[in-house]
């Protein structure tokens, strides 16, 4: 145990970007888990009277424009919005993959049909493929992670699809075969599991991209609906105050940009690991 401890400290002596990316990460996830130890205003606790106070000891990040604190509504809005990013994201890779990984492996007409359906997903922008999906079906939550999902799963079939493809080429998969085994067991008992852990990275490093676009779908209306603190939805409300009221914007503005850091960093990190093995 203290032997694999000493390793992993090791390991981040020589990557410090990754050390520094998962302090950031630990730091967001102890605001998604313990909300209370940052902060013990509500939410959604409207005081007229403190309508966009400047940032002091009692609001730290200052109110809006009903008087809200901004604190607490960044604080706790980062359950809601990396649940949503994550949901999605998770969601996408299992479907995704699981095309892929049939895609790949089987080939044929299976692979060209599908391939054909993924490239003409891929044909649009994400954020406009999110806005599209979120505009046909209404703003809300779930909605929401049903587009982001959608979004996601064409880059998660490409993924597992060339991952699949890799390894139906390799001898254990003709050795499987050659006893007898059946082309499904060899996929999900041999492939899949050589191709699992690829997506399980790549989750990691395309989590700062979907938190962009969905922040992005937020800011546009399209996604959580107020008072419901999100990230995004923070950031449109606060965009009519923005020389009155700059903080308004500019917390949840850096509470996306160092929860995307630290996951590009750690995604990043994980990927190079991958790619020494």
């Not at 990557?15 to 998962?22: H, I, K, S, T």
């Not at 609001?59 to 649940?83: E, N, Q, Y």
């Not at 990013?85 to 299976?110: D, E, M, P, Q, T």
């Not at 790549?202 to 676009?213: D, G, T």
Request: proline residues 6%; glycine residues 10%; charged residues 10%.
């Amino acid at each position: 145990m203290l032997g694999r401890l000493s390793t992993a400290a090791a390991r981040l002596r020589r990557q410090p970007d990754l050390a520094f990316g998962l302090v950031l990460l630990a730091l967001v996830l102890l605001v998604v888990l313990f909300p209370g130890l940052f902060t013990a205003h509500s939410p959604l606790a409207i005081n007229v009277d403190k309508a966009m106070e400047a940032p002091s000891s009692a609001h730290p990040f200052g109110t809006d424009d009903v008087g809200r604190d901004v604190l607490a509504r960044v604080v706790h809005g980062a359950r809601i919005t990396l649940s949503i990013c994550a949901s999605a994201l998770f969601a996408a890779a299992a479907i995704g993959g699981a095309l892929g990984l049939v895609s790949g492996f089987i080939g044929g007409r299976i692979d060209m049909l599908l391939g054909r359906l993924i490239d003409v997903l891929l044909s649009f922008p994400p954020i406009i493929f999110g806005v599209m999906v979120t505009g046909i079906l209404g703003p809300n939550t779930i909605n929401l992670v049903l587009a982001l999902t959608v979004v996601y799963v064409p880059l998660f079939f490409r993924i597992a699809r060339s991952g699949a493809m890799a390894e139906a080429s390799l001898t254990y998969v003709e050795a499987a075969r050659s006893i007898g085994m059946s082309e499904p067991l060899v996929l999900f008992r041999h492939v899949a599991r050589n191709v699992v852990p690829v997506i399980l990275v790549q989750c990691m490093v395309l989590f700062p991209l979907m938190l962009q676009i969905q922040s992005a779908l937020g800011f546009l209306g399209l996604g959580v609906q107020p008072p419901t603190p999100d990230w995004g939805a923070i950031l449109q409300q606060g965009k009519d105050y923005i020389l009155l009221a700059p903080w308004m914007s500019a917390f949840p503005g850096l509470a996306i940009l160092v929860t995307a850091l630290a996951l590009m960093l750690v995604g990043r990190g994980l990927q190079r690991q991958m790619d020494r093995r």
